[in-house]
């Protein structure tokens, strides 16, 4: 604390006070802060007078909150000092009588919420929100629009307190309706009913159609009736989408069109919503359901080039990864149509998946078209800024190693050309396991990829260095390379017996 000096002039005296409250508020010690903030309520200083004042808000909330305080920090609403909650809203309105447009008005009212919830007021906090929702403009408005949804979801719809009672207002009413239509996870998880919801139906008077919608979620999610919920949906498409309402609409109908009808229907349907979308939510909407029909169909002219419909460069590079087959990739490589981001991206993934599945040839013809600077595209401590947000094409820039004087492992290039000539050489594949073990095949899930339907385009067998081992071991032979492989499959399970090899787990009788 500063210690004030009687011969300072009063200003300097008010000020120093002021400090002094201050440091007292950032030490918790919030009776003496108000103590002092409230005497200079009363000070001629305007800037003083009124900041004072704002900051009993501010020390009164939070010595209410104190006292809720438990044992280990978390808050016990049962204990707060209902008392201090009561002077909490006093300073409030005392500040909002002195200053109706003052410097921390807006704060001041975004201090409301707080109070709502530390009092257990359940009804006066959904009004708030309601009330800022609809005052965007207003000198008072006090939502932070990166943090809303989260104190939305804990402090409406999660607190202990919470009563769809107090939820009278469409917008909080919609997330409530469909959070209870969401496919039922745990025991204590609640579907809302048909009757239930449309004893809300007075409630959304103004807002007819989004009332429609949520009748249609319901028919469609929770009693699994598409034809019944199209009645509840537009009939036709639109010139332009003009809310977020009718974009809902759309893509809950193209949803149900998905399910109910051919591809090709649903195909053209999301093509007509594309045409009309005009924002990003929009666009990325259609774009987004039109993904994995494209992506089935290996339409690259849809991702790739000026003319593509897919223009989100996420969903370009995900197909690039996830979907496109060889010669979709290769034809990347090599087209005047991409970008060299989007050729970077193609010329790793089959890299990537040629070699995890073995096929040597696919690999050779690829690796002749990485950069000749290669080995500086990594993601290491002293890497360049301009290969950051690149493939780590140093990978695949392996210089072999040496495992005895009678195994030696050529660099990844020799060892692939040699595998596609002898694919099951022991030796060599021995070799192909010490690069899948290196710090640079790490980023390559150690050649093993999980096998789904985005993968069976790629020829040939996944790479499992453990199935090596066991080749080896059970010719039955006393060899280097035997000795080798006995040692490199019971390592597979150190050290936490969990077997890092990509095949078949092994008992552990049999092991040891």
Request: proline fraction near 4%; glycine fraction near 4%; hydrophobic fraction near 35%.
């Amino acid at each position: 604390m500063i210690q004030v000096n009687p011969s300072w002039s009063s200003t300097a005296r008010q000020y120093a006070s002021y400090l002094n409250a201050t440091i007292s508020f950032y030490n918790t010690n919030f009776p003496t802060a108000t103590k002092i903030y409230t005497v200079l309520t009363q000070v001629d200083s305007a800037w003083l007078k009124e900041t004072s004042q704002y900051m009993l808000i501010r020390s009164s909330l939070n010595e209410a909150y104190q006292s809720g305080v438990a044992e280990y920090g978390d808050l016990d609403h049962s204990k707060i000092n209902q008392k201090l909650v009561t002077n909490f809203f006093n300073t409030i309105t005392q500040y909002f009588k002195l200053y109706p447009l003052g410097l921390y008005a807006a704060s001041a009212r975004g201090y409301l919420r707080r109070g709502f919830w530390l009092s257990a007021k359940h009804d006066l906090l959904v009004n708030e929100y309601v009330w800022q929702l609809n005052n965007p403009k207003s000198s008072v408005y006090n939502l932070e629009l990166p943090n809303l949804v989260h104190e939305m979801d804990r402090h409406v719809f999660q607190s202990s307190h919470f009563n769809i009672k107090h939820l009278k207002n469409p917008f909080f009413l919609s997330i409530y309706d469909l959070m209870h239509m969401r496919k039922k996870q745990a025991d204590d998880d609640v579907i809302i009913s048909w009757n239930e919801l449309n004893t809300q139906k007075n409630i959304f008077k103004d807002q007819p159609e989004l009332f429609q919608y949520l009748q249609a979620n319901h028919l469609y999610y929770v009693q699994n009736k598409p034809l019944e919920a199209l009645k509840y949906l537009p009939q036709t498409m639109p010139n332009s989408i003009n809310n977020y309402l009718q974009l809902s609409q759309l893509l809950l109908k193209g949803r149900i069109l998905e399910n109910t009808q051919s591809g090709k229907n649903a195909q053209q349907y999301w093509e007509n919503l594309l045409a009309i979308s005009k924002t990003a939510e929009q666009r990325g909407t259609a774009e987004l359901m039109l993904y994995p029909h494209y992506a089935k169909q290996q339409n690259l002219n849809q991702f790739i080039g000026s003319n593509a419909k897919i223009k989100q460069a996420f969903l370009q590079k995900q197909y690039l990864i996830d979907a496109a087959d060889e010669t979709s990739l290769m034809h990347v490589i090599k087209s005047p149509n991409a970008t060299q981001d989007q050729k970077n991206v193609a010329l790793y993934t089959v890299l990537n998946k040629s070699l995890a599945f073995q096929n040597y040839p696919l690999f050779n013809q690829a690796f002749t078209a990485l950069p000749n600077n290669a080995a500086q595209y990594h993601s290491g401590e002293n890497s360049l800024d301009k290969f950051s947000h690149q493939p780590p094409f140093a990978n695949f820039i392996w210089k072999g190693t040496k495992i005895s004087n009678a195994i030696q492992c050529h660099d990844l290039f020799t060892l692939t050309k040699q595998l596609q000539t002898n694919p099951k050489d022991l030796t060599l594949k021995v070799c192909l396991g010490e690069y899948s073990r290196s710090s640079q095949a790490y980023d390559l899930v150690n050649l093993g990829y999980p096998h789904d339907n985005s993968l069976l385009s790629f020829k040939g067998t996944d790479f499992a260095r453990g199935n090596t081992y066991k080749e080896i071991i059970k010719q039955n032979q006393k060899t280097k390379l035997t000795a080798y492989a006995l040692f490199r499959a019971i390592q597979c399970y150190a050290p936490s017996g969990i077997n890092e090899c990509q095949d078949s787990d092994v008992a552990k009788p049999f092991r040891k």
